[in-house]
């Protein structure tokens, strides 16, 4: 068999049309004859397009609201006949089954449909069945058949058609790889969707699937390589942000900048401007503002030090006045949801810095499950979105929190959230003033982030650290007197913690008589 393999016969069905009415014009230009069922039928020949019904194929109309009409022998013997094998090609002769050369598939849009909020019943109709079935026979064809299941793939196939009058045995091969990737993550989208309208915590199989985005040039550290790949109908965020202007983003910027935009997404643009500043996937700063300028300079004054070289995220969209700001220092990414046209001129004079804007924010509150890989297998979990709400609150020791610290104890323990454990925050009239990350002790985590204050009312030329008078948060228990003891000396005046360590009555005892504010959530932030 000739390694190219001309395209005499195309089946077209397909959801997403577009480029269809350019390509079917290109194959029918070659001398193609099309094929096609449904709404792909009428648009072509709405376009003048000589095109045969694919009932006048099989003999049976399309049926059953649409369920069956691909799902016949004359449509699966013309894909899966093998060319190279007489009893085959008998067979087709037959039963009168035409050959197919080329099928142009796309499946019916069942991750569109849920993601709407479509009701049970309206999404096991956007369930395909038929499309499968016809990308998986021509793909396991491939030695004969061309498929193509992604309009991208349209251009470059028309171009080789055009030039070697036909399609190459790589080529085919590529697509076929790809095709079986397209039916692949469909059925995990079903199956996923089934296990969530089922409520089954730990479905027997996990499915999991993703398109590549990109080939990044090497993974954390240059001997490793990388590639970032995104769901299909991902939510605002780093997967579905458009790049305005700057370098290609790394590895290690999309892990970093995805952290950067939960937490921003955590603080609604109506509760005010606010900034978060991350480096190496932990908040240096995080802080609102009277303005957005005003939020940068607050969460950059937390910690100035670490904040260069990293990556900003805003909850409102960028402006003149911040992004002049953000280039006074070296900065890696900004994300923000939207930038007008005067910031847009700042940045470009700094044309490395990457400006990220996505559609909003993400919803902080939405249910899904994240996977991490250990030897031999993978984790699987929800997300922790859990909202803390002052109900969920407990007041714990003699003195009650002031209406100014309990307002700073919800924003550190929103913050807490997103701070590799063991995590300890200071904040003060809405910002971080010191931030202790992923330290094996919760005492040193408790020592760093008032060393970090200090260090930084040194750089700000303040006579105190503002951990006087602020509030600290804990992601999870403070197991000793210690840590709790450290942030007093650090001059925090109230404490919000998860509580229920063994010895929670000694830390009450403690709090009680350093004259401590404490409060306990009944739940932990882990983040590992």
Known sequence: MSDIVAIKRALLSVSDKTGLVEFATALAAQGVALISTGGTHK?????????????????????????????????????????????????AKNHDIGLIDLLVVNLYPFEATITKGADYDTAVENIDIGGPA???????????????????????????????????????????????????????????????????????????????????????????????????????GIASAAQLQGKELSYNNINDTDAAFRLISEFAPEQGPACAIIKHANPCGVAH??????????????????????????????????????????????????ADDAAKQVFAGKPNLRLLLTEGLADPTRQYRSWREVSGGY???????????????????????????????????????HVKSNAIIYAKDGMTVGIGAGQMSRVDSTRIAAWKARDAADALGLDTPKTQ????????????????????????????????????????????????????????????
């Open 289 to 338: 503002g009277a303005d957005l300028a005003d939020a940068y300079q607050n969460a950059f004054d937390c910690d100035r030090v670490s904040a260069f070289g990293g990556i900003i995220a805003l909850n409102q969209p960028l402006d003149a006045a911040t992004a002049t700001k953000i280039t006074e220092i070296f900065t890696e990414v900004v994300i923000a949801p939207g």
């Open 469 to 528: 008078g602020s509030v600290v948060a804990s992601d999870a228990f403070f197991p000793f007197q210690d840590g709790l003891l450290t942030a007093a000396e650090a001059g925090a005046t109230a404490v919000i913690q998860p509580g229920g360590a063994m010895r929670d009555e000694d830390v009450i005892a403690a709090a009680d008589q350093a004259g401590l504010a404490m409060v306990f959530t009944g739940m932990r932030h882990f983040r590992h």
């Open 43 to 91: 648009m072509l020949a709405e376009a003048g397009l000589n095109v045969t019904a694919i009932d006048a194929v099989t003999g049976f109309p399309e049926m059953m609201d649409g369920r069956v009409k691909t799902l016949h022998p004359k449509v699966h013997g013309g894909l899966l006949a093998r060319r190279d094998v007489q009893s085959h090609l008998d067979a």
């Open 134 to 236: 016809m990308v998986r026979a021509a793909a396991k064809n491939h030695a004969a058949v061309t498929v193509a299941t992604n309009p991208d793939q349209y251009a470059a196939l028309m171009v080789e058609i055009a030039d070697k009058g036909g399609v190459s045995q790589v080529t085919r091969s590529k697509l076929a790889q790809q095709a079986f990737s397209h039916t692949a993550v469909y059925d995990a989208a079903v199956s996923n969707w089934f296990a969530v309208a089922l409520q089954l915590e730990t479905p027997a199989i996990a499915a999991t699937g993703a398109k590549l985005k990109q080939a990044l040039r090497y993974g954390e550290n240059p001997h490793q390589s990388a590639a970032f790949y995104v769901s299909h109908n991902p939510s605002p």
């Open 379 to 417: 984790l699987l979990q929800d997300v922790d979105t859990q909202p803390l709400s002052r109900a969920d609150i407990r007041i714990v020791t003699k003195r009650a929190p002031s209406e100014a610290e309990m307002m700073d104890l919800l924003f550190a323990w929103t913050v807490a959230k």
